[in-house]
C-alpha cells in the first residue's frame, strides 16, 4: 500500500509551461480553450477578400487537429497518402507563414477512420522545448523545436489491439517530463505516462475498453512540480498522479466519449451522453482527502449539479469567469452559471461545431464546419453575437489563439486572422 | 628532408587517413546500429536518441548506410532511421545546396532494396534533380514501391485520357490496370474500361479468396463466443456437423460474387444476432512463401492459417475497409488451410447489423498470390 500523504490542488497555469503567449495544447492552457493574453484578435474578418488575413498557407496533407503555437512557430500535423499512411509534422513561422521545416514518418498502425476524420486528428503538445506528435495511428513522434528527432514510439506495435476502425483523436497532454497518450477503444485500451526524454514507458494503465475519443484535462497540484491528469471513458471520469500513474480519483458514471470536460475554478465540469442522460455535470475537483494508489481510499465523488439543458454536442465545454458554456447540436449556445447549474441565458450560433470555441479577453470565438465564425461578446447577463464571418473552407479543428490572433486550419489551409 | 623521410610522412599521412575514414565508417555503422536495434515499449530508445543526435550531425556520407540499414529495420526502427535521415538531408541541403545525387540514384536503382527506402532516395534525389521526375516516373509502373507504381500508374492514365486514338486509348488503360495496385486507381480503371465494354476480373485482379465452407451459428450472446473454442476450432472436417446455437450446423459451400470478394454472413446463413460462424478455404501455394493477408471486417474475428493463429480483434461495428487488417503469414508449398471465426454482436442499431467479410491473398506491395486452384475462368462467369 502506498503510505497515505495529503496533496493539496491549485490551479496554477505558469506551472503548465506557459511561454509569453504561447498556446502549447488543445485547447491551450489547461484544455480551458481561454487565452492567456487580454489582446483581442480581430472581430471581423473575411476568407475571400482576405480582410484581417494576416496571411494563408497551403497544406501538403489532410488533417483536423489543432495548430499549437511555440515562441514563433506555428506546428502542425497531417497525414497524406491513400491510405493516410504518411505522417507529417510541419512548422511555419508564425509572422508570415513560411514552413520553416518539415517532417514525415511511416504509419505503423492502422489507418482506417470514418471519412469525416482523419488519421491526423490528435493535437500536438509541447513542453516548451519539445513536440510531441500523436496520430490515429497511435504513432507517436517525439521532435526538438528545430524539428530533430528526439525519439518515436509506435503504440500500435507495441499493444497490437490499440485500434479503432473509426479512428482515434485524443491528443496529448505533458507536464514535466510525462507525456500521456490516452489510447482508448473497444479492444485495447490504456493510457501512458511517457518519459519525455526517452520516450520509454512511466507508467501504463488498463482503461475501459470502450470507443473514447476524450483527451485528457491537466490540472497541477500546489507545492509540487506533480499534477493530476483527468481521463475520461465512457464508464467514468479519472485522476491518475502524473509522475506515477497512481489513481486519486474517480468518478463512476456514465460520460460522453467525444467533447472533453473543462476544469473550472472549484469544480470540473464533464459532459454526459453516451448512457441516455443528456447535459454537463459538475464534479468537485480533488481534495487533500485523496490518496493516489489506494484503491481503498481513492476519492469517489458525486456530482454536485446536473444541468441537462447544457448538452454539449462534438464541441467540449469552456468555463469561464463563473460561466459554463456549451454549444448544442442544434447550434444554440448555452450558458449555466457554474456555482449552480442554472441556465442564464441562451443563444442561436448555427452549427454544427466539430471544434471547440475559444475565449480571448471576454469574447467567445467560434467557427462551426461551414468556416462561419461567431464572435460572441460574453456576460453573466447575455451573450452578444457582434460578428459573424466567413472562411469559405470546411473547418472542424479548434483553433489556437495567441498575441491578438487566431490560427485556424482546414484540410487545404492554415491561416492566421490578425489586424 | 631526404626521399626516405618524405616516404615515411607520406606512408604515415596515409594510414592515418585510412584509420580516420575506417573509424568513421565504424561510428557510423556503431551508431545505425542502436537505431536498428529499437524495439517494443521504448527499447533500446536511450541508445537510440544519442546515435541519432550523433548521426544528425553527420555529413553526407551517412546518408547511404542509413538507406541501406532501412533494408533490415522493423517499422520502429525505420523511422528512428527516416527521421535522421531527413534532419541530415535537410541540413545538407541548406549547407550545401546539394545532396549526392550519384549514389541516391544508385540505392534507388537497385530494385532488391527496401521498396519504401527507394522511396525515400526517389524523394530527396528529385529535391536537387527535379527533371528526373520526368525519366523516373513513367518507368515506374511495375516498381515494386507502391507510392511509385501509383504516380507511374497516374501518368499512363493521363496520357490515356489525352489519346485521341481509341486504341491505343484501350491499350494505355489496360497496361495502367496491369500496373495498378491503388484501390482507387483499380477502381477507376474499371470502370473505364468497363465503359469500353471490356470486362475486368476484380477479385482475381485484388486477389480475394471468393469460395468458402460456412458453419454457424454458435452463440456469441454476451459476447462469449470470442473466446469460446468451438469444434472448428480443433478440428475442421467439412464432412461433420456440430451442435450450434440454433441446432445442429453443417458445413455449408459458399460462393461470392461481390467484385470485393465480401462474404455476407446475413445471406449465407441467415440473420443471427449474438453468434459466431466460421469461414474455412483452401489455397495451393506454387511455392513455399511469404505472403500478406489482408481482411477487412466491421466485427470480430480470429484467423488462423494452417492451424496457427495469426490474429485476433474484438471490436463491433466501427467499420470496414479492404486491407483493413494486414498480417504477415507463410504458406508451405501446395495445400494451405485458412479458417477464420467471424461473430456478430446484440447491437440493435440499424447500422450494426451487417455480418460480413473479405479475404484477399497477396505479397507486401498489394500485387495479388493466386492459389493455384482457384477456379476459371473469371467468377463473374459463375453467375
Known sequence: MVPARLFSLLLIPCCLGLLGADWLAFRGPQQQGVAPTEKLPPLTWDGASGKNIAWKTELTGTGLSSPI???????????????????????????????????????TGRTLCHEKTRVAAPTPVSDG?????????????????????????????????????????????????????????????????????????????????????TSPVLMPMKDSKDALVFLQSGEKLSAYVVSSGELAWEYQGDCSTIPSAVLGEKRIFVPLGRGGRPGIIALPLPSSEAVPGDISQTAFVNEEWH?????????????????????????????????????????????PYSGTPVIVSGHLFAINEDG????????????????TNQLGETILCTPAVADGAIYVRSDQHLWKIAN | MNRLSWAFCLAMMLLVGSISVSHAETSTDALIQDLLNVGPEGKGNRKAAQATQALMESDASALSPLLNALNEANPLAANWIRGTFETLAARLLEEQGTLPVKSLRAFFNNMENNPAARRLAYEYLIKVKPELEKEIIPA????????????????????????????????????????????????????????MGQKVDLPRHFGFLMTWHLIGPFNNENLVGFDAVYPPEEEVDLSISHQGKEGIAVWVPHQTYDDYGIVNLNEALGKFKGSAAYAFTEFTSEAAQPIEIRIGCKTAWKLWVNGELIFSREEYHRGM???????????????????????????????????EFQVRVCDVTGTAILSTTRLEPPVEDFR
Open chain 1, 69 to 107: 503555437l511555440v515562441g514563433d512557430q506555428v506546428i502542425l500535423t497531417a497525414c497524406t497518402g491513400e491510405k493516410q499512411d504518411r505522417l507529417h509534422v510541419m512548422s511555419y513561422s508564425q509572422q508570415d507563414g513560411s514552413l520553416q521545416w518539415e517532417r514525415s514518418f511511416w504509419a
Open chain 1, 129 to 213: 522545448k519539445h513536440l510531441f506528435a500523436l496520430y490515429s495511428t497511435n504513432d507517436l513522434i517525439c521532435l526538438d523545436l528545430a524539428g530533430n528527432l528526439v525519439w518515436f514510439r509506435g503504440l500500435t506495435f507495441d499493444y497490437p489491439n490499440a485500434s479503432n476502425s473509426l479512428g482515434m483523436a485524443s491528443s496529448l497532454v505533458v507536464h514535466g517530463k510525462t507525456v500521456i497518450a490516452q489510447i482508448e477503444n473497444d479492444s485495447q485500451s490504456l493510457a501512458l505516462g511517457i518519459n519525455t526524454k526517452n520516450g520509454t514507458n512511466r507508467w501504463v494503465v488498463e482503461r475501459p475498453r470502450l470507443a473514447n475519443w
Open chain 1, 307 to 351: 444541468q441537462a439543458r447544457l448538452a454539449a454536442s462534438t464541441a467540449s465545454p469552456l468555463y469561464y469567469e463563473g460561466m459554463v458554456l456549451t454549444i448544442n447540436s442544434a447550434g444554440v449556445l448555452n450558458c449555466a452559471d457554474a456555482e449552480t447549474g442554472e441556465i442564464i441565458w441562451r443563444g442561436r450560433v448555427r452549427g
Open chain 1, 372 to 387: 462561419e465564425g461567431k464572435v460572441v461578446k460574453l456576460s453573466k447577463e447575455e451573450g452578444e453575437v457582434l460578428e
Open chain 2, 140 to 195: 515506374s509502373l511495375d516498381d515494386p514501391s507502391t507510392d511509385m507504381r501509383r504516380e507511374a500508374v497516374a501518368h499512363l492514365m493521363e496520357q490515356a485520357e489525352a489519346a485521341t486514338d481509341e486504341e491505343q486509348k484501350l491499350q494505355l488503360y489496360q497496361r495502367a490496370m496491369l500496373s495498378a495496385r491503388s484501390e482507387v486507381q483499380v477502381k477507376e480503371l474499371s470502370e473505364i474500361l468497363e465503359s
Open chain 2, 321 to 355: 475497409a479492404m486491407d483493413q487488417y494486414r498480417m504477415d503469414a507463410t504458406f508451405k508449398e501446395g495445400k494451405n488451410e485458412i479458417l477464420l471465426k467471424v461473430l456478430q454482436n446484440e447491437q440493435d442499431e440499424h447500422w450494426a447489423q451487417d455480418w
